[in-house]
């Protein structure tokens, strides 16, 4: 995964604070513990169960009993990596209208209490530029962040939104490929530029 110098797009359009769907307050309680892991914990290799910023009985809701785990939900996913900072603009991804709501797909098992099963995360990315070359790096840190989050039982997927990037089946070959990832997760500069835009995920 090579790293273009090169703006793609000076001036992206930015979305206006009515049009960002957040549930911060509830996040910055349950997120906590990520502030004291630090940006290399987001970026390890394998995920870091003390980062999972949703099952602390001491953050769930008034109304819900102590002893038992509020689901996951889209708006809590979303919550993670709204704030991942574009790699091209010092402005976040769900600013930028690259990561939405309505973009993030969740299929949760029946059970939920059973160790072994798996919930399924998708989550769709609409690149400022048809032609952006950093879709592929934006997407990596999507996962990443998502990978080192989330509990072990979530799988994650990230895509290029169809339609929005004249090669996103290229850019979606790789970010499926997890022996690509783990190559480019070894580049020291896509490692520099992936601490950079998790950096605001710790500052909120």
Do not use: W
């Not at 090579?2 to 000076?10: G, H, L, M, P, V």
């Not at 309680?29 to 630090?38: E, I, M, V, W, Y």
């Not at 580049?187 to 992936?194: D, E, F, G, S, T």
């Amino acid at each position: 995964m090579s790293i273009s110098t090169e703006i793609q797009n000076a001036n992206p359009t930015i979305l206006s604070v009515s049009e960002i769907h957040r549930r911060r307050e509830r996040r910055k309680a349950r997120d906590f513990s990520t502030k004291k892991q630090g940006i290399q914990s987001i970026l390890m290799a394998k995920p870091s169960y003390a980062m999972d910023p949703f099952y602390m009985s001491d953050f769930s809701d008034a109304e819900s009993d102590d002893s038992t785990v509020e689901p996951i939900d889209e708006q809590e996913i979303y919550d993670l990596i709204a704030p991942i900072s574009d790699p091209e603009h010092p402005l976040s991804l769900e600013s930028l209208g690259v990561v939405k709501l309505e973009d993030v797909h969740l299929v949760s098992p029946p059970d939920l209490t059973n160790p072994a099963a798996l919930s399924r995360v998708l989550v769709e990315l609409t690149p400022t530029v048809s032609h952006c070359s950093l879709a592929t790096v934006i997407g990596l840190g999507v996962r990443v962040r998502l990978e080192q989050a989330l509990p072990p039982s979530y799988r994650v997927e990230v895509k290029i939104k169809k339609d929005t990037h004249s090669q996103a089946a290229e850019v979606n070959k790789q970010l499926a490929d997890k022996e690509r990832v783990a190559a480019a997760l070894e580049n020291a500069n896509l490692m520099k530029l992936l601490r950079k835009m998790m950096k605001t995920c710790l500052d909120e």
